[in-house]
């Protein structure tokens, strides 16, 4: 089964390559203990189509300890809200922000409360994730992730390792 999976992962990031992929999603982790590791991941954005039913079975309700949430319902909540300071603490352990601008949802965390972790995500992803099932355009996801290119994504830095997701 092992031997299946890999051929089969080899098997699509080599036609994403010849389908001439320019972008790739990158993450980069590093360990900063004396024998940590590097782990250096570079797949081809449009790999993300393989995943495609998996995805529309996932995306529309999420299980969480035994309720099912609606995503797609938050997200429009949270949309229609406006540009809002959603959650914001600030104290002698550090501090906590999830605030939307009208066109990004920031997150970002640091102190005792959690490792340094910053996020910008795009309304417009967003919105292409969280339709319904049936007009789920990964192409469109695709695009959107494209056009983020050079953008960090996702930052943690912590006491044992950093992390880095981004699209090249």
Known sequence: MKKLMIATFASLFSLAL????????????????EEGSHVNVRLPLNLINAFEETVRDAIEEVDFEGHEINVR???ETLKEAGPTDFIEINDA??????????SQILISA????????SMTIPYELCDAI?????NL???????????????DLVMVNSED???????E
Not at 130 to 134: I, R
Not at 161 to 167: K, M, Y
Request: aromatic letters at 10%; a neutral charge; hydrophobic letters at 40%.
């Open 18 to 33: 010849i389908a001439g992929e320019t972008h790739f999603l990158r993450i980069e982790i590093n360990e900063t203990k």
């Open 73 to 75: 319902q938050i997200w």
């Open 93 to 102: 352990k550090g501090s906590v922000r999830v605030s939307t601008t009208g």
């Open 110 to 117: 640091d102190g005792e409360y959690r490792d340094k972790v």
């Open 130 to 134: 969280f339709t319904e099932k049936e």
């Open 137 to 151: 355009d990964f192409n469109r996801i695709v695009a959107i992730l494209e056009s983020m290119a050079g953008r």
């Open 161 to 167: 390792a950093t992390v880095r997701i981004w699209i």
